[in-house]
């Protein structure tokens, strides 16, 4: 094969590789997250270069020679780094809610879909990122309902004052839920409000055949001591 054509098979690999994580990244960018369409091409570049880089160094071509002992080391590197990357997507908000762990996973994904296409499987790397889109955007509706009939809800709670955390509790039992655990939000100490993270249980038969947890929220956020409350 000659330099020019394999020239342009490299050209292609990262094209592709920067095209498929581009899907994914307009996907995550058009729910507002942080790492969007420029974090995810440059995801599927820097992936896409190391692996070809390693063909080079270990097999001398674009091309594996099958040789199972082979060490990919810079691609390696680069998923490592991707790992890396991911794990400081995420971060912690002042409601104890965890953010980004979608967003990390499909970061860490396309950094693996960066690596089949500068590794040359192309229907690996398209047929990856079609089934990658399919879980961020068709499953998020089926998550969601799924979620909205489980027989736990984790709640944020903003009381007027902490005296009436008491009955709380009281009317949340009688509803037919169970108290798990109640965590204070000292995040909001300079505020007048008692703000709590409470996980409860759906005991009552009842309310799990007939209620979602909006219409839990909606009933226990009618309570004139309540000053605030939503799911987390």
């Known amino acids: 094969m000659g330099l020019e054509m394999e020239l342009w098979i490299m050209l292609l690999r990262i094209v ?13 960018t058009n729910k507002r997250h942080s790492a969007g369409l420029r974090t995810f091409m440059l995801m599927g570049l820097a992936s896409a270069t190391a692996m070809i880089v390693d063909l080079y160094l270990v097999d001398g071509s674009l091309y594996p ?11 390696a590197a680069i998923l490592v780094a991707s790992a890396t990357l991911s794990v400081h ?21 396309c950094c693996i879909i960066g690596m089949a296409a500068g ?12 089934l ?14 799924l979620k909205n009939r489980s027989a736990h809800v984790e709640i944020h709670l903003e009381l007027t004052e902490s005296q009436y955390l008491k009955a709380f509790i009281t009317t949340v039992r009688r509803l037919g ?19 709590y993270s409470i996980s409860m249980t759906i005991e009552s038969e009842e309310l799990k055949k007939n209620k979602t947890h909006r ?14 409350i939503e799911e987390m």
Request: hydrophobic content about 45%; glycine content about 8%.
């Open 16 to 28: 592709l590789a920067v095209a498929l994580c581009a899907v994914v990244g307009c996907e995550r």
């Open 65 to 75: 020679n099958g040789n199972g002992g082979s060490l990919y080391l810079i691609s």
């Open 89 to 109: 997507s995420l971060f912690r908000t002042a409601r104890n809610q965890i953010l980004g762990l979608t967003t990390a996973v499909a970061l860490w994904a």
């Open 119 to 130: 590794a040359g499987q192309y229907a690996l790397a398209v047929f990856s990122t079609l």
């Open 132 to 145: 990658l889109l399919f879980c961020l955007t068709t499953m998020s509706g089926l998550e969601g309902f």
């Open 177 to 195: 839920l169970s108290i798990d655990d109640i965590e204070l939000n000292r995040s909001y100490r300079e505020t007048k409000l008692s703000v």
């Open 215 to 228: 219409e839990i929220i909606e009933a226990l956020s009618s309570l004139e001591y309540v000053s605030h």
